[in-house]
């Protein structure tokens, strides 16, 4: 049986709401999929100060300009830890946005990263009933001078789905994936905070003084832009902007697109001019696999590179059968993203 609402606006309100929240609901699960994802971390004995200085990139060009932001990296004390890298730029990532939000109305907005060599007091570690690993420990701040938590709230806020925004502004599974992070790496997290007076995230990492190996975060991969147009895809507005910023600095010109029946209007206006797709794969609208089909039966040899997400299994499989394509597993690092650029461009 077909319903006809057309022009019953509380209909359509209704319709329109229900929408919202069945996307609000895809991305909890998203999360949710990240928070209890049973793959291990990948621990690798690392040196925080390149990491820090690569990963600053990816704070600066996600924050507004009008937000100070300030990075200082001890130089007289060995900083290495045993840790995953890509966990690890998640956590800072997400404390960094919690930060933004933070001081969003704050006339004069700061957010400064420490990185230092001092242990936890003896009243912290009284706290955590984990296996501690060593004596040393490097300290990992993230400090703003926002709106602060409410003393209430402070106990509540590494709780999942614990959130003090409004609808639709976050699932509050952010910090309770840090809070799991930090476990995963034996170590501890500890938040001040007071109303108007800004908030500092302190991570505590077990130090190793054996020698570091290099990860690809470290790594400071470059490529030529050269004026090649990539169609850039994805319906996170915040991560498109940061990664049109980054490309943008490498030389290229950027169309984006929010979803994949944008994506295909733009091909049908800029198409000659495209010489790479970059595509996320779970949309609305139109998701990357039904758009690279369409953009298929107009061009066959424009090169995709897909983005995919933990549990998109039947997605893969799809991107997969889609000729001249690529795909990459979230979170993508970005010099594996750049390395898969410049090899798609080349051909």
Known sequence: MQIHHKGDVEIEERSRTM???????????????????????????????????????????????NIRFGLCCAEDAPLTVNADAT?????????????KHAVADIEQPEIELIIDREAPSPS???????????????RISCRDNGCGIARADLEHIFDPFFTTRGPGEGTGLGLAMVFGAVQNHHGMIDVQSSLGEGTTFTLYLPCYESEAVEI??????????????????DDEPELRRIL??????????VLEAVDGREAVRIFDAEGDSIDLIVMDVVMPN????????????RNADVPILFQTGY??????QAAGAIDNAQSL???VMIPELFRAIDAAIKG
């Not at 139109?286 to 039966?297: C, K, L, P, S, Y």
Request: with cysteine.
């Open 19 to 65: 929408e919202l929240a069945m996307r609000h609901a895809s991305k909890m699960i998203e999360q949710m999929l990240t928070f209890a994802r049973k793959d291990k971390p990948k621990m690798a004995v690392m040196d925080l100060r390149p990491f820090f200085k690569e990963t600053s990139k990816l704070v600066d060009a996600s924050l507004p300009e």
């Open 87 to 99: 966990q690890l730029q998640q956590v800072v990532m997400n404390l960094i946005t919690n930060a």
């Open 124 to 138: 912290q570690l009284e706290t955590y009933t984990w296996d501690m690993h060593g004596e040393d420990w490097c």
């Open 216 to 233: 690809d975060v470290e790594s400071t991969v470059t490529i030529d832009g050269g004026g090649r147009t990539i169609l850039l895809v």
């Open 244 to 253: 049109a910023e980054l490309l943008k600095g490498e030389g290229f010109h």
């Open 286 to 297: 139109m998701g990357g696999v039904a758009a690279a089909v369409e953009i298929r039966q």
């Open 311 to 316: 549990g998109e299994q039947a997605q893969i």
């Open 329 to 331: 597993k979230k979170p």
